[in-house]
């Protein structure tokens, strides 16, 4: 056993020069990405070809694509918990494979049921995947510089969603053969887990800690406030990206459009992370997400209410301002409120509160837009973007200020 304060960091990065870019960093970050392409490239086909090949209704679409989230979110708080306890090299390289073996499924089965079980089961792999991931990265960053690099890492998640979703529309609609659109994140998934292999991260003694299992050790319980606000604009988010492309062909009439949408507004996402990363650096953690949140509702305000093509495309590009200055920082203030030992419950903390609102509006989405419209769900999304910015404004913040620890 390790004697250690809360400020205690067994994985602190010993580098005299404080290099951000080191060999580790850059090889954790190719490999969210490459994680974060495969799920991208299947989000917006998967609804598509269940309702054109398998003939599903939007509540069952619903079904199968909340079937994913629900057990990502599951999982995400035993991540947590795992990557503290045990060496974060070898839960990353088990859950990463066990993500390249459920890619496969998609390549082999064709029918909505065989596709559900896939899709719940990859829930699973990715939720641990993705805090395994993440943390491994935070873990080779000098730590004068982790909120600097969070916001880069969050880079390849962006550029993920700019390339992912263009490239699988692409195929989708110019391919015949499902399968190989399908082994398009198949082969995507096992070049990252190839990337995470190559990572040398030094053996380091595992913090052990006596004090009885509880909810804290799964959830920072300080950041409970900060988690129910980051809901309402996980809902919009997780919402906007899985069915805009079955949005557009049905409602709007508009199929390549959608890749388009998809590239703007990681363009917005980028170039936010690049500008928005030296306010994070000078401490500006809560007025990033305040602007961030600002963006998002204004551009979903734009989305839901001007249908020109113009509007269209800026409604994406200030989404991804919104969602990229916002997020970075949202992370930050998780981690910011935990002592270094439990990083990875803080981690997982946000990223289960983000899985909370995606899994709810990917869930409620299908079955709203089956009675109504999805115009109808999108203006829901707006309506909790408002009430999560203003609970912010008003409380979270302000929480935040007082709690943090750093």
Request: charged share 15%; net charge positive.
């Amino acid at each position: 056993m390790i004697a250690k304060t809360d400020d205690f960091d067994p994985y602190a990065v010993d580098d005299g020069n404080h290099r951000l870019w080191n060999r580790n960093y850059i090889l954790v970050m190719i490999a969210n990405f490459l994680l974060f392409f495969s799920l991208y490239n299947l989000m917006p086909v998967l609804p598509i070809y269940l309702a054109d090949e398998c003939h599903a209704g939007k509540d069952v679409i619903g079904e199968v694509m909340s079937g994913f989230i629900i057990t990502a979110l599951m999982i995400r708080p035993f991540s947590g918990y795992i990557v503290d306890s045990f060496p974060r090299k070898k839960v990353l390289l088990i859950c990463y494979g066990a993500f390249v073996v459920m890619n496969i499924g998609y390549v082999v089965f064709s029918t909505v049921l065989a596709i559900a079980i896939v899709r719940v089961l990859q829930g699973f792999a990715f939720g641990s995947t993705s805090v395994s991931n993440s943390t491994v990265a935070i873990d080779v960053l000098p730590s004068i510089r982790r909120s600097e690099g969070i916001g880069y890492y969050g880079i390849s998640n962006n550029l993920a969603m700019a390339i992912g979703p263009s490239v699988a529309l692409a195929l989708y609609h110019n391919v015949p053969n499902i399968q190989i659109v399908f082994s398009v994140p198949l082969i995507s998934a096992l070049l990252g887990f190839l990337c995470v292999t190559a990572v040398k991260n030094k053996p380091r003694a595992i913090v052990k800690d006596a004090a009885p299992l509880s909810f804290d050790r799964f959830f920072l319980t300080c950041a409970i406030p900060e988690g129910l606000t980051l809901i309402t604009f996980a809902f919009a988010s997780a919402t906007l990206t899985t069915y805009l492309a079955i949005y557009g062909k049905q409602e709007l009439g508009i199929y390549s459009e959608s890749g388009i949408y998809f590239l703007v507004m990681s363009v917005g996402l980028i170039l936010s992370r690049v500008v928005t990363n030296k306010w994070v650096r000078k401490g500006y953690i809560v007025r990033n997400v305040k602007a961030g949140m600002l963006l998002v509702t204004a551009g979903f305000l734009i989305f839901n209410e001007l249908h020109d093509d113009f509007s269209f495309y800026l409604s994406a590009f200030i989404i991804g301002l919104g969602y990229g200055t916002m997020c970075p920082s949202y992370q930050s203030m998780f981690i910011n409120m935990a002592p270094n030992s439990r990083r990875g419950t803080a981690n997982s903390s946000y990223l289960t509160s983000w899985d909370v609102g995606a899994g709810l509006g990917i869930c409620s989405a299908g079955y709203i837009a089956e009675h109504t419209s999805y115009h109808t769900v999108y203006r829901i999304c707006f309506g909790l973007c408002i009430i999560g910015g203003i609970i912010y404004y008003l409380y979270t913040s302000r929480h935040f200020t007082r709690l943090k620890i750093r």
